[in-house]
């Protein structure tokens, strides 16, 4: 999503190899306010992982994505992403798992990012909560498990950063 004065992306890799030690992460354009978080999941389809995505913008304390159109299959997980201009913000409940980064940069940014698995076919909506009315944005993918129906899974601890470049390992 992108709303006036910034945007929110979710990027997928969905041919790396597991159990990556570095990333870098290089940011064009200026900015003071930038932040990346990283999840590394095993159990998805081996190619064209991606199934439904939804982005939104605004301007008021509900941030969402918007709603994805129903999921082509039962076995998912769900990213989703929440980015609020001068304001805090937080994520939805469980059964989300979310990664929050709150004054961030010089202060002024902040963002959610979630995952969660599902087991059944439905429509996507990651909605977060922003401490007063401000700009933000909202997107949601959802992303195939493997062949067989088997749930994907989250591996790791998500890895937040914010600055100008993102190194990690």
């Known amino acids: 999503g992108t709303a006036s004065i910034f945007?929110?992306?979710?990027?997928?890799?969905?041919?790396?190899?597991?159990?990556?030690?570095?990333?870098?992460?290089?940011?064009?354009?200026?900015?003071?306010?930038?932040?990346?978080?990283?999840?590394?999941?095993?159990?998805?389809?081996?190619?064209?992982?991606?199934?439904?995505?939804?982005?939104?913008?605004?301007?008021?304390?509900?941030?969402?994505?918007?709603?994805?159109?129903?999921?082509?299959?039962?076995?998912?997980?769900?990213?989703?992403?929440?980015n609020a201009d001068a304001?805090?913000?937080?994520?939805?409940?469980?059964?989300?798992?979310?990664?929050?980064?709150?004054?961030?940069?010089?202060g002024a940014g902040s963002a959610v990012a979630g995952w969660r698995v599902v087991s059944s076919a439905g429509a996507a909506t990651y909605a977060a909560t922003a401490g007063q009315s401000f700009y933000w944005v909202g997107a949601v993918v959802t992303l195939k498990g493997a062949a067989g129906g088997a749930a994907p899974a989250a591996l790791l601890t998500p890895v937040s950063f914010a600055g100008p470049a993102l190194h990690c390992g």
């Open 87 to 106: 304001v805090t913000i937080t994520g939805p409940s469980s059964p989300w798992t979310n990664t929050t980064l709150n004054a961030y940069g010089s």
């Open 7 to 82: 945007d929110g992306e979710i990027w997928v890799d969905d041919n790396c190899a597991g159990g990556q030690i570095a990333l870098v992460v290089t940011f064009s354009g200026g900015g003071a306010e930038l932040a990346v978080v990283v999840y590394e999941i095993s159990g998805l389809a081996s190619g064209g992982a991606v199934d439904q995505v939804s982005a939104a913008s605004g301007n008021s304390t509900a941030v969402t994505s918007g709603a994805t159109a129903p999921t082509t299959q039962a076995a998912e997980i769900w990213v989703g992403l929440g």
